[in-house]
């Protein structure tokens, strides 16, 4: 029973247009979510979070949205560089065990020059 | 150290041996966290240790899988008697204190590959 789903396994986009990630969640206990991004042979870094309290939360170039009605978040980036080729985890964590992330089987983004 | 270290990196095993995961977390960080990922697949919770409390082995698959922490600090995650099913990159992370908010830092991850 996947609760975090990512739906899209790949995605494509040119450098310089905005590359948005989708992520849905079943648990209506989630209140804190994550995107971490992972290079091959890395471990997952953090790259930006929200609480449930809010709808939106902005990063430099990366903007989450989190939709609680829908259960649905999305990463944002903008402008996409190549170097933000990489795989993207959407993870949340359940106010009754805070320190626990339930993670998405990721998305890979490729930048195309 | 800077980051957290995980040893080995690459470890190929005869199904049906035993093999040994190690984990050196962030000095000064208490909680400690064993993940794994199989291929395709996101990441999968395993056990979460937090000073001296009792550790939440709750995502442990079977019990062939147990782990450790000495001394609140190098943990070490053991699997008896690999299958070909246990194949998979074991990632270790820790953080300053027991929640999400305070931001995992993941190792590279140790690959098993059972043969």
């Known amino acids: 029973d996947q609760q975090v789903k990512q739906n899209s396994p790949s995605l494509s986009v040119q450098e310089g247009r905005i590359s948005i990630l989708n992520c849905d969640y079943t648990?209506?206990?989630?209140?804190?979510f994550l995107w971490y991004k992972k290079y091959p042979a890395e471990g997952p870094t953090f790259l930006i979070s929200i609480s449930s309290i809010k709808d939106k939360n902005e990063d430099g170039r990366f903007t989450v949205f989190l939709n609680k009605s829908a259960k649905h978040l999305s990463l944002h980036i903008v402008p996409s560089q190549p170097g933000d080729s990489a795989v993207y985890f959407c993870a949340a964590s359940a106010r009754d065990s805070s320190y626990k992330l339930i993670f998405g089987s990721g998305t890979r983004l490729l930048v195309r020059p | 150290g800077a980051g957290v270290s995980q040893s080995p990196s690459n470890k190929v095993t005869e199904k049906g041996k035993d093999v040994e995961l190690r984990c050196d977390p962030i000095s000064g960080h208490t909680a400690l966290y064993w993940y794994r990922q199989r291929l395709g697949q996101g990441l999968e919770f395993l056990i979460y240790?937090?000073?001296?409390?009792?550790?939440?082995k709750s995502g442990l698959p079977s019990d062939r899988f147990s782990a450790e922490r000495t001394g609140g600090s190098v943990s070490t995650l053991t699997i008896q008697r690999t299958q070909q099913e246990d194949s998979a990159v074991y990632l270790c992370?820790?953080?300053?204190?027991?929640?999400?908010?305070?931001?995992?830092?993941f190792g590279s991850g140790t690959r098993l590959t059972v043969v």
């Open positions: 240790f937090q000073g001296n409390s009792a550790p939440d």
């Open positions: 648990n209506s206990m989630f209140d804190y």
């Open positions: 992370a820790s953080s300053l204190g027991g929640t999400v908010n305070y931001g995992y830092t």
